[in-house]
């Protein structure tokens, strides 16, 4: 499904990608692995066209990636839910999830109930927080209706920043069974992760990344 050859990017001098290349099959859940300031944040920018690479190549479903504006990666099917929950404060619960499906147009209504349904039932909470506004929620129930938006545009692959960043022991088994269904659903999950322990129970394999360099992670669960 994804496809990353010698990937490279700078934001002026300071070098953040060095050569960076991975492959992702779909229905894969792969981690990419690192501490601060690693670049993967950076990467996963590049990936979804929120920061242009200097050389290298993406390739989406064998589409050249690198030169596709952001708004058309997700109108493909790539969705990038960032660690912060960049929710619209202001508006609730429902409304923040319904902007997920801008997408989907005048075939939103198709599909709504069931997709709101379907992100209920895995993230239970929510339920009674629809008409809340979402500024006022804490924050493992804003990463649970920023997670929730981006599943609600139905994406084929979905970007994820540190998942488990700011979640309660409680949150992070919450999350990690969240987005083990909407795996076996059919969607494929990259994410970064800082907690070693959340993704070697959520990915089937991962990456390393430090200073920009990646390197498969040995001793992965599909023996790689």
Request: charged letters at 20%; aromatic letters at 6%; one cysteine or more.
């Amino acid at each position: 499904m994804l496809s990353v050859d010698g990937l490279h990017l700078a934001y002026g001098p300071q070098q953040v990608l060095r050569g960076v290349s991975l492959d992702l099959q779909a229905g894969e859940r792969v981690a990419i692995l690192g501490g601060n300031a690693a670049g993967k944040t950076s990467l996963l920018h590049a990936l979804c066209g929120l920061a242009r690479a200097d050389a290298g190549h993406v390739l989406f479903q064998q589409r050249e990636m690198l030169r596709v504006p952001a708004q058309q990666h997700a109108h493909m099917g790539v969705h990038f839910c960032a660690a912060e929950r960049p929710l619209f404060a202001d508006m609730s619960v429902l409304e923040n999830l319904e902007m997920g499906a801008f997408r989907w147009g005048g075939q939103k209504a198709d599909h709504w109930g069931a997709m709101l349904a379907q992100i209920i039932a895995v993230f239970p909470q929510l339920k009674t927080r629809l008409r809340q506004r979402a500024g006022s929620l804490s924050g493992g129930e804003q990463k649970m209706v920023a997670i929730g938006r981006a599943l609600m545009s139905k994406p084929t692959l979905l970007l994820l920043d540190e998942p488990s960043l700011g979640l309660s022991t409680g949150g992070i088994l919450l999350m990690s069974q969240a987005l083990k269904h909407w795996n076996k659903q059919g969607l494929t999950l990259l994410f970064t992760e800082q907690n070693i322990t959340f993704a070697t129970n959520l990915a089937q394999r991962a990456y390393v990344l430090e200073r920009g360099l990646m390197e498969p992670l040995e001793g992965d669960k599909h023996g790689k």
